[in-house]
Nanobody
Framework: VQLQASGGGLVQPGGSLRLSCAVS????????MGWFRQSQGKEREFVAN???????GYRDSVKGRFTISRDSAKNTVYLQMNGLLPEDTAVYYC????????????WGQGTQVTVSS
C-alpha cells in the first residue's frame, strides 16, 4: 500500500493550496480517507476525513475553509485549503483506514504547508 502526498508549499495568509494524495494497493471504495497535520512541537491532529457517499468531517478550526474530496477514477484524495492562516502551518499527512476499523493503518509521507507573509 502506498499513499503519496503532494501539493504543499509556501503561501501567504489568505491564500489557497490543494493537497493531493495518490493511493495504490488498497481498494479505494472500502476505505475512509483522511488528512492529518502536525506542527512543530505539537501532536498530530485530525483535519478532515472522507467517509464516501458524499459524507465528510472536519475539525472545527478548518470548517468552511477546507474541503476534502476523492476521485475514485484516479484513486486520489484531495484537500482544498482556502483562507489559509499562519496556524495552519504544519506537515500534512494523508491516511487511510478500512471501513470496518477505527485504526488509521496506512499513512503517506507528509507534505509541508507553510503560511507566512
Amino acid at each position: 500500500v502506498q499513499l503519496q502526498a503532494s501539493g504543499g508549499g509556501l503561501v501567504q495568509p489568505g491564500g489557497s493550496l490543494r493537497l493531493s494524495c495518490a493511493v495504490s494497493g488498497l481498494t479505494f471504495r472500502t476505505h475512509i480517507m483522511g488528512w492529518f497535520r502536525q506542527s512543530q512541537g505539537k501532536e498530530r491532529e485530525f483535519v478532515a476525513n472522507d467517509l464516501g457517499r458524499g459524507m465528510s468531517g472536519y475539525r472545527d478550526s478548518v470548517k468552511g475553509r477546507f474541503t476534502i474530496s476523492r476521485d475514485s477514477a484516479k484513486n486520489t484524495v484531495y484537500l482544498q485549503m482556502n483562507g489559509l492562516l499562519p496556524e495552519d502551518t504544519a506537515v500534512y499527512y494523508c491516511a487511510a483506514r478500512h471501513i470496518s476499523t477505527s485504526d488509521w493503518g496506512y499513512w503517506g509521507q507528509g507534505t509541508q504547508v507553510t503560511v507566512s507573509s
